[in-house]
Nanobody, 126 residues
Framework: QVQLVESGGGSVQAGGSLRLSCAAS????????MGWFRQAPGKEREGVAG???????DYADSVKGRFTISRAYGQSTLYLQMNSLKLDDTAMYYC????????????????????WGQGTQVTVSS
């Protein structure tokens, strides 16, 4: 089973930037749909950004224009560039993968993703 390991989280002031990385334990080809999710204390896990098996990108409305998801196929690594961070972005961020197609607003459905990392904490302060 593929394992995912996130890194790059930390503490940053509002308006700052962070870049999250997610490394897979083995090669992940384009058959996989991948995404970033987050969960704040007391809240449900929510989709942040995704890239599907045909390279289409999907973003939550709350992060559009601020976050960018990208994928390095040769390195089986997923990235999330987060700019203009806000207090509301504070959460544990998870990388996830699904073998198979993702269509529509797939990041709204975390249950579709079967492979999850352990998460990396992002804390935004004023």
């Amino acid at each position: 089973q593929v394992q995912l390991v996130e890194s790059g989280g930390g503490s940053v002031q509002a308006g700052g930037s962070l870049r999250l990385s997610c490394a897979a334990s083995e090669y992940i080809n384009s058959d996989y749909c991948m995404g970033w999710f987050r969960q704040a204390p007391g809240k449900e896990r929510e989709g942040v950004a995704g890239i599907n098996d045909v390279g289409n990108l999907d973003y939550a409305d709350s992060v559009k224009g601020r976050f960018t998801i990208s994928r390095a196929y040769g390195q089986s690594t997923l990235y999330l560039q987060m700019n203009s961070l806000k207090l509301d972005d504070t959460a544990m961020y998870y990388c996830a993968a699904r073998r198979g197609p993702c269509r529509g607003a797939y990041i709204q459905y975390p249950v579709l993703f079967r492979i999850w990392g352990q998460g990396t904490q992002v804390t935004v302060s004023s």
